[in-house]
T-cell receptor, first 114, second 115 residues
């Protein structure tokens, strides 16, 4: 089945540690995105990538980094510079040539800072 | 800041009733509008898209768009307890760096359908 796989589903981090969230898709989509969701708030865009080896900052990129070395993969690193990283992280993809509002989401990764 | 606003709810409706969810947006040039459903603890799922003024129906769901009033709504007929979820309105806004048309999400309206 085609889809987006995020791992891990739950992750605990100590302060000062970097953690990497994995996102893999087999939908052959060009565009991939990382969103953050906090309780009572809408999804906020962290980073997006329209093509391999290229990515752009979203609204809240500070303290995060990404790479796009393969079309299928778009990992997100939450660095120690991110002061409030506890959140639900969602990876999504879309067909670039289509409507960018039609996103397919992974199941999400819930990060908690201890 | 281009925004999408929704009433957070909860909107409580009895089973079998029509649930009406509303959304307003600030970017006058927006052309594309979406409704996502998100069950508690799960990821969002696209349920409707609408691009032209008027109504678009898909099963029990009807999306309504009024660009002049910058208003989009989602009607759910014959509401079921399984419809209980948070419904996110999303709007494409244009003109960001790299020619990317960004999808902006509202905070969502929580719908509770009670038997």
């Amino acid at each position: 089945d085609g889809g987006i796989t995020q791992s891990p589903k739950y992750l605990f981090r100590k302060e000062g540690q970097n953690v990497t969230l994995s996102c893999e898709q087999n939908l052959n989509h060009d565009a991939m995105y990382w969103y953050r969701q906090d309780p009572g708030q809408g999804l906020r865009l962290i980073y997006y990538s329209q093509i391999v080896n290229d990515f752009q900052k979203g609204d809240i990129a500070e303290g995060y980094s990404v790479s796009r070395e393969k079309k299928e993969s778009f990992p997100l690193t939450v660095t120690s510079a991110q002061k409030n990283p506890t959140a639900f992280y969602l990876c999504a993809s879309s067909i670039l040539s289509g409507n960018t509002g039609e996103l397919f989401f992974g199941e999400g990764s819930r990060l908690t800072v201890l | 800041q281009k925004e999408v606003e929704q009433n957070s709810g909860p909107l409580s409706v009895p089973e079998g009733a029509i649930a009406s969810l509303n959304c307003t947006y600030s970017d006058r040039v927006s052309q594309s509008f979406f409704w996502y459903r998100q069950y508690s603890g799960k990821s969002p799922e696209l349920i409707m898209s609408i691009y032209s003024n008027g109504d678009k129906e898909d099963g029990r769901f009807t999306a309504q768009l009024n660009k002049a009033s910058q208003y989009v709504s989602l009607l759910i007929r014959d509401s079921q307890p399984s419809d209980s979820a948070t419904y996110l309105c999303a709007v494409i806004s244009n003109g960001f760096s790299g020619g990317y048309n960004k999808l902006i999400f509202g905070a969502g309206t929580r719908l509770a359908v009670h038997p």
